[in-house]
């Protein structure tokens, strides 16, 4: 009887601090729905990706480890050898606009620009050409009209300062627009306050390289995107930086898209927006202080790969935002500082693999909505929350991760914990619904709370747990470095 009579207590007191946090939850008020608010993106809520429900044709997911490398397509093409004419514009030269180089010019010749400013109004390039600026010379929009306009194929511009194309509620006016056109090459060359900045619509096969983009948008209604690519094909974005824009990079309906060792920060909203874009890859970028992150939405078998997301820090803000995507693999990616490290919604076998989420909020917020999604490897350190979800049952599987939360033992000495860990924290579920009730988070009291959970859990979904808990970090250095 006498070792009865504790038994009978503890469970007494367990059962007691559980109804206190099941009251806590019945006083908070209820949210109107799950669905996450984007800001700036109504065309992008309603919509459905209807390539969703094909097969994947770039890799196949089955197989957690496969591996994805040779993803990337093949280098667009270029133009051939140089073999025409050139043609010299400047101050005392035979040409003194860049508007009569363009008459003169045949396909194939290249017009070479000395350093000067040039206020000509809008020029368009309409046949093959090269257009090579020396000494930073500068094209100046006036704030009134785009900059350079791209009709023809295989056009390569390159050396230019475009500076303060115009502004317009019904005209997308930018820098350079490159409209129903292959093979274009933009490269090494300086944008600097423009509406929008380089804009490529229905182009294949282009390379938009080393560009520095920048501008000092300060409403989203009243700016545009620093990279814009619309029904393209096969386009790669490589080395270039962006900030100051409403998104840094965008792309909608790309295929077959690289965005590589770009550097996206301090963009209104997102320093990536990717929507309908499938077969796509983008590795070794850098994502930080923007609006609210990257979002990827309403795509399937794209490659997210050895990114860095940082201090993307918020109201609404997150590292990475992936709606309604599919069969396709998140790996080797570091998230640090952000509200929210990874939002995941309506996406469906997606892989999570050697990634480190360090010290932010929320690490993986993953709805009931997003099934058979695989996490492992992973690296959960210092996180406020690591797992949050809106469901009891779990439709996902995290496996041999390492949680810094995780106080368990490992007596085999074999690397792996005795005990499953079980990542989602009662807390997390009253803050979901209270967030005033951060201001507890250190408390005494929400240690019990999280202790009557763990021997009686009632809220937190029993299935979400990792049964071969990691007792070291993953190792491997700093991929992404």
């Not at 890859?281 to 795509?299: D, E, K, L, P, T």
């Not at 997003?370 to 929350?385: C, E, G, K, P, R």
Request: proline share 4%; glycine share 8%; net charge negative.
């Amino acid at each position: 009887m006498s070792r009865e009579r504790p038994r009978r207590a503890r469970t007494f007191a367990a059962m007691t601090v559980v109804g206190i946090a099941l009251l806590l939850l019945a006083l908070a008020p209820r949210p109107e729905g799950t669905a996450l608010e984007l800001p700036g993106s109504e065309a992008a809520a309603s919509a459905r990706a209807t390539a969703a429900t094909q097969a994947p044709t770039g890799h196949d997911t089955a197989t957690p480890h496969q591996s994805h490398e040779g993803h990337a397509p093949a280098t667009p093409s270029r133009p051939e050898t140089f073999t025409g004419t050139e043609h010299v514009v400047g101050r005392g030269e035979r040409l003194e606009r860049i508007s009569d180089a363009l008459e003169v010019a045949e396909a194939g010749d290249r017009i070479r620009v000395r350093g000067g400013h040039y206020r000509e109004g809008p020029l368009t390039i309409d046949r093959s050409i090269e257009l090579i600026g020396e000494g930073w010379p500068v094209l100046d929009g006036e704030g009134e009209h785009s900059i350079l306009t791209v009709t023809a194929n295989d056009v390569r511009i390159q050396g230019f300062i475009l500076r303060d194309s115009g502004f317009s509620h019904i005209r997308d006016h930018a820098a350079i627009t490159v409209e129903e056109s292959r093979g274009c090459r933009i490269e090494h060359n300086r944008l600097e306050n423009n509406f929008f900045g380089i804009y490529l619509a229905r182009a294949h096969d282009c390379l938009v390289r080393h560009n520095d983009i920048r501008s000092s948008a300060t409403r989203e209604a009243t700016s545009g995107n620093g990279i814009h690519l619309w029904d393209v094909d096969r386009v790669q974005v490589e080395d270039n930086h962006i900030t100051g824009h409403r998104d840094g990079i965008y792309l909608e309906f790309a295929q077959g898209a690289v965005i590589r060792s770009n550097r996206s920060e301090g963009n209104l909203r997102y320093g990536l927006h990717f929507m309908f874009s499938n077969e796509s890859f983008y590795v070794n970028n850098v994502f930080a202080r923007n609006g609210a992150g990257v979002a990827v939405m309403y795509s399937r078998d794209v490659i997210m790969s050895r990114n860095q997301f940082l201090d993307n820090w918020g109201t609404s803000a997150y590292g990475l935002l992936v709606k309604d995507v599919q069969d396709s693999l998140i790996e080797e990616n570091l998230f640090r500082g952000n509200t929210v490290a990874i939002h995941s919604e309506g996406s469906d076998r997606l892989t999570f693999r050697l990634n480190r989420l360090e010290r932010n909020g929320w690490a993986v917020k993953i709805l009931a909505n997003s099934q058979d999604n695989y996490f492992t490897a992973n690296n959960f350190i210092d996180n406020t929350f690591d797992v949050i979800t809106n469901s009891r049952q779990n439709p996902n599987t995290f496996d041999a991760n390492y949680w810094s939360q995780y106080r368990g033992y490992d007596l085999e000495g074999d690397g792996t914990g005795d005990l499953a860990h079980r990542p989602v924290r009662l807390f997390s579920f009253i803050v979901e619904t209270k967030p005033v009730a951060l201001i507890l988070l250190r408390s005494f009291f929400v240690d019990i709370l999280e202790v009557a959970e763990r021997v009686l859990p009632i809220l937190t979904p029993e299935t979400l747990t990792d049964e071969n808990p990691l007792m070291i970090e993953v190792p491997g250095g700093e991929p992404w470095a």
